[in-house]
């Protein structure tokens, strides 16, 4: 086999790899797609665009395809607002996670002033104060028997 063929193969691995990425994401059960589809396909497309060296006259017809099948599908309002309300894509700053100014501020010693034995403490209560609820509210629907659903030993006690 000759260069170019080897070239082609690439080039065509090159534009469909993402659209095969799209369509797993779409396919497959990890996370809702809706709120990254509509970026993902813009992603997609600029890819094609590198993939093909920004050459107009290569990249364009499959950019148009991918617009043509999305039409009126894909790039409806609600597409439109699950991207632009998608936090994935409102933060792209890398730099926002390694920054030591803003982790400093997150990790500080004023903010985390419980001692370890009366945070135990704090968590001890506030799991027998939800058990507590947890048992009225239990006790409460054992006593809210409807009377056209007791049987007949209830039905005598009912006033």
Not at 56 to 80: F, G, R, V
Not at 92 to 106: F, K, L, V
């Amino acid at each position: 086999m000759n260069i170019t063929f080897w070239n082609g193969v690439t080039t065509c691995l090159k534009v469909f790899a993402p659209l095969v990425r799209v369509l797993r994401l779409v396919d497959g059960d990890q996370k809702p797609s809706m709120g990254f589809l509509y970026g993902e396909l813009k992603k997609v497309k600029e890819e094609i665009k590198l993939a093909l060296k920004s050459n107009d006259n290569a990249y364009q017809p499959i950019i148009d395809i991918i617009d043509s099948k999305a039409k009126d599908l894909l790039d409806t309002p609600l597409h439109l607002m699950a991207y632009l309300l998608n936090p994935f894509y409102l933060y792209e700053d890398p730099s926002i996670g390694t920054d030591g100014d803003i982790m400093d501020a997150i990790h500080t010693k004023k903010r985390n002033r419980l001692d370890v034995d009366r945070l135990n403490n704090l968590v001890y209560v506030q799991f027998n104060a939800k058990l507590i609820n947890k048992q009225k509210r239990l006790k409460n629907k054992e006593l809210n028997i409807d009377v056209l659903l007791a049987s007949d030993s209830d039905a005598s006690n009912a006033q």
